[in-house]
């Protein structure tokens, strides 16, 4: 089994319309849509006979009012500001600030701190014309995207081994925090795509040094490579010095977004790009085979 | 167009944000910290809190005169006092206490900081310790005051190190005198989860960047449906405009719906990406550019001071 995930650092870089041809290119996949903060790729997935569940996880600190006695040691407890006394002198948890930690409930004179399951998000599984999807979407404001993103990644293996898949393709989220690092365990290889602007450099770089910590190959697409050509030989020339491999390049392309508008993948839309990132499929597909080997 | 008086009512903090990473949040802010003397007469910080994958910094090229580390209190056990009763490993809601075989043990990165531990220990036998969750940098480009965060690569929780730099930020505020406080400009982090949601508490307005295409306007529509409930004052700027289609119709849709002013539309212009990839400020490709610029400092300005008059 392979497993690929598609991360930037720097959000905007092509994550998503790079996996999206991914999918529309290979073989014998589940999709998987880890962005679940701000996810996209079903935007051009067109996922149909969704199934989907609430995400539950951790739980939410909430007064029992008529319990509450104003006595405030829920809120100097409470580290993340979330607990205030109110109307009447009773305390109230701000649901956005509760880390579900469980400090007030624990520690309340009165007992007066219920602790419910939270539902953070729901997670869903489709069918598209590339195959099987699996997707989430964390409630806006919502937490615990590390733990939604193990779970769909549970998810996709569970039914690539059922189904027979032989891989399993990410959109990862843009950062190097909670949702990426969780959607790097047990990856054969992430491919980072990035442009040749400071910021996406910049980024590149931090992503990569957290794709090192954890000791995961990395295939690098410089994106966008025309609006600074000395720029992306340099960013090359960098990875190639780090043994960080290089797959390919693509330009700066106004057909990108009107892929993204006619709801196509790039090998859909066709022309020129189309038959680019074909290439660097190839180059990916073959580095995670070879990946998967050395493992 | 006159810019009301600032100091009536105190410094402004204004978030920029997006639902979609890409849009153009570093891209609008740094162009506000370039014009915003120039536009709203008042002094102005710039504050990178996209800790993650900080940018800010690549275009204002401030000088850092300090840097300081950041930590997050987490427990150490003495495990001679440790009686193994399990209060630790039971409350611990992060599994990031646990007994192994007869070694207490805390597995620091898993670890929120919430103190819970520490209060429920019947021995006493926890202490706080801590872990580095990333730097703050404070520095200055020229007139324009910079802070910075940035995360510690491994590190996962960044919310932590948001909320360290925005307190850093109150306390630099909090020590000058009244009429030499500077308006501050958030440049916070994508999506609309907790990092972005703690990136835009200490804001007086938030303004939206987004993009007219599928995935912007989608984000875009995340992003209203995150920041709205918090009661402040939201407005967009509507980067990368061009192309009459489908996307640009959505986006104004959404926002008359809505009832979000845009307060700028940047066109969807090479010269700009070009601009962009040499780490030259949006109001430096053009005076038509920093005209643009300027206007939308002294829109953005008055939304806040409308809002504290209202």
């Given at each position: 089994m392979r497993e690929i995930v598609v991360l930037s ?5 092509g994550k998503t319309s790079v996996t999206a041809a991914f999918a529309a290119l290979a073989e014998n996949k589940v999709v998987c849509d880890l962005d679940v903060d701000a996810p996209d790729l079903h935007i051009l997935l067109d996922p149909k006979n969704t199934v989907a569940e609430e995400f539950l996880s ?62 953070c998000g729901y997670f869903a599984r489709s069918e598209t014309r590339f195959g099987p999807f699996v997707h989430a979407r964390l ?5 615990n995207s590390g733990r939604l993103v193990a779970l769909l990644k549970r998810n996709a293996r569970e039914l690539a081994e059922k189904e027979g898949h032989e891989l399993i393709l990410c959109d990862g989220a843009p950062?190097?925090?909670c949702p990426v690092i969780s959607s790097l365990s047990g990856a054969t290889l992430a491919v980072l795509v ?13 992503v990569?040094?957290l794709c090192?910590?954890f000791r995961l190959p990395v295939g690098?697409i ?23 491999v290089?797959l ?17 993948t790039l090998p859909e ?8 990132i074909a290439?660097l499929w190839e180059a990916a597909n073959a580095l995670a085979h070879a990946c998967a080997k050395a493992r | ?310």
């Amino acid at each position: 089994m392979r497993e690929i995930v598609v991360l930037s650092g720097k959000g905007g870089a092509g994550k998503t319309s790079v996996t999206a041809a991914f999918a529309a290119l290979a073989e014998n996949k589940v999709v998987c849509d880890l962005d679940v903060d701000a996810p996209d790729l079903h935007i051009l997935l067109d996922p149909k006979n969704t199934v989907a569940e609430e995400f539950l996880s951790g739980n939410l600190a909430l007064v029992e009012r008529t319990d509450c006695d104003g006595c405030g040691t829920c809120r100097d407890v409470c580290r993340f500001g979330a607990v205030t006394l109110g109307a009447g002198g009773k305390a109230v948890v701000d649901p956005r600030r509760c880390e579900g930690c469980k400090a007030c409930v624990a520690l309340c004179p009165r007992q007066a701190i219920a602790f419910p399951p939270r539902v953070c998000g729901y997670f869903a599984r489709s069918e598209t014309r590339f195959g099987p999807f699996v997707h989430a979407r964390l409630d806006p404001g919502g937490e615990n995207s590390g733990r939604l993103v193990a779970l769909l990644k549970r998810n996709a293996r569970e039914l690539a081994e059922k189904e027979g898949h032989e891989l399993i393709l990410c959109d990862g989220a843009p950062g190097i925090a909670c949702p990426v690092i969780s959607s790097l365990s047990g990856a054969t290889l992430a491919v980072l795509v990035t442009e040749p602007t400071p910021s996406g450099i910049h980024d590149l770089l931090r992503v990569a040094e957290l794709c090192d910590h954890f000791r995961l190959p990395v295939g690098v697409i410089v994106n966008k490579a025309d609006v600074n050509p000395e720029q992306a030989d340099r960013l090359e020339a960098a990875c190639a010095e780090k043994g960080r491999v290089v797959l390919g390049r693509l330009p700066y392309s106004p057909d990108v977004t009107r892929a993204m508008k006619a709801r196509l993948t790039l090998p859909e839309y066709g022309g020129p790009l189309g038959e680019e990132i074909a290439r660097l499929w190839e180059a990916a597909n073959a580095l995670a085979h070879a990946c998967a080997k050395a493992r | 167009m006159h810019a009301p008086r600032a100091h009536a009512a105190g410094p402004l903090r204004l978030a920029v944000a997006s639902g979609k990473g890409g849009a153009g949040k570093t891209t609008v802010s740094a162009a506000l910290a370039a014009v915003w003397a120039e536009a709203v007469s008042r002094p102005v910080l710039a504050v990178d809190l996209d800790v993650e994958e900080p940018n800010l910094h690549l275009f204002l090229r401030p000088v850092i005169a300090a840097s300081r580390r950041a930590d997050l209190e987490i427990p150490v056990i003495d495990a001679d006092a440790c009686t193994r009763c399990g209060a630790c490993r039971e409350i611990c809601q992060f599994g990031a206490v646990t007994i192994l075989g007869d070694t207490p043990l805390v597995f620091d990165d898993m670890c929120h900081g919430c103190g819970v531990c520490l209060a429920v220990c019947p021995a006493g036998a926890m202490r706080p310790g801590s872990r580095e969750v990333g730097r703050i940098e404070d520095g200055a480009a020229g007139a324009i005051g910079f802070v910075g965060g940035r995360l510690r690569v491994g590190e996962a929780m960044s919310p932590v190190l948001i909320r360290a730099v925005a307190a850093h930020v109150e306390a630099l505020l909090a020590d000058l005198p009244e009429a030499d406080r500077p308006d501050v400009l958030l440049d916070s982090p994508p999506g609309v989860s907790c990092p972005a949601v703690n990136a835009v508490a200490t804001a007086d307005a938030i303004l939206l960047v987004a993009e007219p295409t599928p995935f912007g306007v989608h984000d875009f529509a995340l992003a209203v449906e995150a920041f709205s409930p918090l009661g402040k004052p939201l407005a967009v700027v509507v980067n990368k405009a061009g192309e009459p289609g489908e996307a640009d119709e959505a986006l104004d849709a959404l926002c008359r719906r809505e009832a979000l002013p845009i307060l700028a539309a940047i066109p969807d212009d090479r010269a700009i990406a070009e601009a962009y990839a040499r780490g030259r400020l949006l109001p430096d490709v053009s005076s038509q550019y920093r005209a643009l610029c300027r206007e939308l400092a002294r829109k953005a300005a008055a939304l806040v001071r409308e809002d504290r008059h209202a």
